[in-house]
């Protein structure tokens, strides 16, 4: 491995390629620019949680077999989600407790396996960015980047060098939005009630613009502060870092309908 140039694969997550393909092109841009060789694996599908977390070890297994083979030659693995990073990282190794030489072989991607913003700082040690974003952010710590990859600081030691850009913290940044995962379709009713909870917390701090690591989580907030009306602009953190929102609107908000004075790189 080339440490000025690592191969990376990205592996770009269900709900980015479906509902928010710009996440995945500012990964991308954050990647190169950081001086990475970035290969997206056509073969690649779903990280396997929907099924782990209802029960059907068969298809997880399945699906993390097919993960295995899209992504076995690379240096790292990169995924801008702490979900599905999660998933990879810390529960497909498992699933193979019954097979050694599959277990090696998930093992060893485990392990090559990071969180994009935790790949940028922890990894490639890049500590500021050449970004301007002018507002004021919240930022969301999803569930699973936080307690199964460890990412607090990192989204926030960046964040603090971007020009232009002020951070003011939820009273409770670390409570979850009620996403979850199946558990918003199985718990409905205390999903709700969790991310109204969240959307007030969001509103009292008086930033204009939500971020998160996680997709899921921005879009379950992002219904919830738009059936509220709020003006509050959500986006993926990495759209921020990679200076892109003058190119695509915030999450919920139709491209013709973009407010003026979107923020620009």
Same mark, same amino acid.
């Given at each position: 491995?080339?440490?000025?140039?690592?191969?990376?694969?990205?592996?770009? %997550?269900?709900?980015?390629?479906?509902?928010?393909?710009?996440?995945?092109?500012?990964?991308? /841009?954050?990647?190169?620019?950081?001086?990475?060789?970035?290969?997206?694996?056509?073969?690649?599908?779903?990280?396997?949680?929907?099924?782990?977390?209802?029960?059907?070890?068969?298809?997880?297994?399945?699906?993390?077999?097919?993960?295995?083979?899209?992504?076995?030659?690379?240096?790292?693995?990169?995924?801008?989600?702490?979900?599905?990073?999660?998933?990879?990282?810390?529960?497909?190794?498992?699933?193979?407790?019954?097979?050694?030489?599959?277990?090696?072989?998930?093992?060893?991607?485990?392990?090559?396996?990071?969180?994009?913003?935790?790949?940028?700082?922890?990894?490639?040690?890049?500590?500021?960015?050449?970004?301007?974003?002018?507002?004021?952010?919240?930022?969301?710590?999803?569930?699973?980047?936080?307690?199964?990859?460890?990412?607090?600081?990192?989204?926030?030691?960046?964040?603090?060098?971007?020009?232009?850009? %002020?951070?003011?913290?939820?009273?409770?940044?670390?409570?979850?939005?009620?996403?979850?995962?199946?558990?918003?379709?199985?718990?409905?009713?205390?999903?709700?009630?969790?991310?109204?909870?969240?959307?007030?917390?969001?509103?009292?701090?008086?930033?204009?613009?939500?971020?998160?690591?996680?997709?899921?989580?921005?879009?379950?907030?992002?219904?919830?502060?738009? /059936?509220?009306?709020?003006?509050?602009?959500?986006?993926?953190?990495?759209?921020?870092?990679?200076?892109?929102?003058?190119?695509?609107?915030?999450?919920?908000?139709?491209?013709?309908?973009?407010?003026?004075?979107?923020?620009?790189?």
């Amino acid at each position: 491995m080339s440490q000025a140039h690592p191969r990376v694969g990205l592996f770009v %997550t269900c709900l980015v390629d479906f509902h928010r393909p710009t996440v995945g092109f500012a990964a991308i /841009r954050l990647l190169q620019d950081a001086g990475c060789q970035v290969e997206v694996p056509r073969s690649q599908t779903c990280c396997g949680q929907p099924a782990y977390n209802s029960g059907d070890r068969t298809t997880t297994c399945e699906i993390a077999r097919g993960i295995l083979d899209a992504f076995g030659g690379f240096d790292y693995v990169v995924v801008p989600s702490g979900s599905c990073g999660g998933m990879l990282k810390r529960h497909l190794p498992h699933l193979f407790d019954d097979d050694p030489n599959l277990r090696e072989r998930a093992a060893a991607l485990a392990d090559r396996t990071y969180e994009l913003v935790s790949f940028l700082t922890d990894v490639l040690g890049i500590d500021e960015l050449p970004v301007r974003y002018q507002g004021t952010v919240t930022y969301h710590d999803s569930c699973s980047g936080l307690r199964e990859l460890g990412i607090k600081s990192q989204p926030r030691r960046l964040l603090a060098k971007i020009e232009g850009l %002020t951070l003011k913290e939820m009273a409770e940044p670390e409570v979850c939005c009620g996403f979850g995962g199946t558990f918003c379709v199985k718990y409905p009713d205390i999903s709700v009630r969790m991310v109204a909870d969240k959307a007030k917390d969001i509103a009292a701090t008086g930033a204009d613009t939500l971020l998160a690591g996680d997709l899921g989580c921005l879009l379950n907030m992002a219904g919830r502060l738009s /059936r509220e009306a709020s003006p509050v602009k959500v986006r993926h953190v990495a759209e921020v870092l990679a200076g892109m929102t003058g190119e695509v609107p915030p999450i919920g908000v139709p491209r013709a309908a973009e407010p003026p004075g979107t923020p620009s790189n």
